[in-house]
């Protein structure tokens, strides 16, 4: 093997990696959104008065991407059967048109910000987080499709 044939390799895999990062690079960029819910949140302080109790969920979602985005709407979804969770038949779904103490949606959300708001946790919702599988669901301008977490159980 000469010395040419040992340099065309090694331009071949540089080459070949340098095509491979920029792939890597551009399937990772855009936006990139982090969504946290935590059920039987309490507001103390702050003119809170001490006698409401009213537990809500805390919605929190951070963008940690490359580029901004818009934040469109929030809402729930339950899936009442693991058939309903596999298939995505038979599930309920349920938007939330005004968060508690949130900028209200839609809202821009650049790189690095984030967003928090309150959703009131009613009887009905609690008890489909203890018996079902039960998400928020986030969809903003950068994905056609909506993204969830799974609200743990109370």
């Known amino acids: ?24 690079k551009w399937f990772n960029s855009g936006a990139k959104l982090r969504l946290s819910a935590s059920p039987n949140t309490i507001l103390v302080g702050g003119g809170i008065h001490d006698n ?12 940690v991407g490359h580029r901004k985005t818009t934040l469109v709407t929030l809402g729930f979804r339950c899936d009442t059967s693991l058939w309903s969770y596999l298939t995505g038949k038979g599930r309920l779904h349920f938007v939330v048109p005004r968060p508690e103490y949130a ?3 839609p809202v821009l959300l650049d790189v690095g910000e984030r967003w928090v708001g309150l959703v009131d946790q009613t009887e009905e919702i ?16 950068a994905s056609a499709k909506p993204f969830s977490k799974r609200v743990s159980r109370c």
């Open 126 to 141: 609690e008890a489909m987080i203890k018996n079902h599988r039960f998400f928020v669901t986030m969809t903003h301008s």
């Open 52 to 63: 409401d109790r009213t537990k809500r969920i805390s919605i929190e979602v951070t963008n």
């Open 1 to 24: 093997m000469t010395l040419t044939d040992v340099l065309a390799l090694v331009g071949a895999f540089t080459g070949s990696g340098a095509l491979l990062w920029d792939v890597f």
């Open 103 to 105: 900028q209200q949606l």
